[in-house]
């Protein structure tokens, strides 16, 4: 088996995790409109993360108000553009299946978190527009296409403008399982069903469990490696050996995780994530120990650097804290606290 933690144990305080919390709230714009870092741009999937991680640490206002910010920049399609910044500017057309999907994950996360029915009644015709919209895009092999144009125009690897075919991604593909997950759930906790729904997610595992080559070869990258196992597209066999077989290619012992397999870039945001996927199969351990090497990357204020490069330790990007970091060493804690909103949502 691979490496294991010494001992389990919580790799942040509550106090900690609060101060993550803080920080991702005064980078809040007044609209609010979570972007990466101050001044930066927002993605409309890491803006749900980051959304997540003020719900866990007791934030409602602050979510809600980044949940009302999403819907009112909504396409009439029910997607939203990869890109925003001041003022909920577009910055990159593209329209994503997974960015739109995600939604339905922070959507189901806040009303188990709060209770709060008015908050799903408000926020579901915004999930059900969203996924309505992701799924036009499922293939007949059940992967979704990664990204269109606003006219519609599949977006593979060919020159811009030009219809290349669908180009499904493995790790989006593997978010959108968990996005459909939630949709289903909050759908019935407005007590509506959605069948199609359910069989569009079958076919989707199915595709992710069955059909690798129905997806762009990424394999480099440490998102599809831990990402199926996040998003609970394996069984619990496969999942445990997908990450026995890829620990000594990705993660860099007392450090996390790297970004890509051939550099030396060891990120927050993987590391905590890994540490989500292994949480999720029950390898507590091993998810105690990424989590707890992140505490290389945090700040005074609590935030998060968003990467080092070893062996030296230098800041990559020089001097950025990222939003979407501390939102997923939060959202990891809650995880291994068992907090029932986050497990049920990724556990």
Known sequence: MGPRAEREGAPYSPEELDATGA????????????????NGHADPWNHVEAAMALTATGRHDASEAAYSWLAS???????????????????????????????ATGVRHHHLATGDDGFLEQMWPVVEAALEWVLRWQQPGGELAWAVSPSGVLIGAGPPG???????????CSSVCTSLRAGIACARACDLERPAWERALVRLVDAIASRPSAFAPKPEFAMDWYYPVLAGAL?????????????????????????RSDGAWVTTAETAECAIACARIGRTEDASRLLGWTRAHRQPD?????????????????????TYSGAAVVLAADLLARSPATVDVFG
């Open 23 to 38: 920080s991702i709230a005064a980078i809040q714009s007044p609209d609010g409109m979570i972007p990466w870092f101050e």
């Open 73 to 103: 920049v909504q396409r009439e399609d029910g997607s939203w553009h990869a890109h925003y910044g001041d003022g909920g500017t577009v910055e990159e057309e593209r329209l994503d299946t997974n960015v739109t999907a995600y939604i």
């Open 302 to 322: 609590g935030s998060f650097a968003t990467g080092l490069v070893h062996p030296d330790g230098t800041e990559f990007p020089p001097g950025e804290r990222s």
């Open 235 to 259: 069984d619990p066999l496969r999942s445990d050996r997908r990450i026995e077989r890829g620990w000594p290619t990705w993660v860099v012992a007392d450090r996390g995780v790297r970004c």
């Open 162 to 172: 030009h219809d290349m075919g669908a180009v499904a991604l493995l790790a989006a």
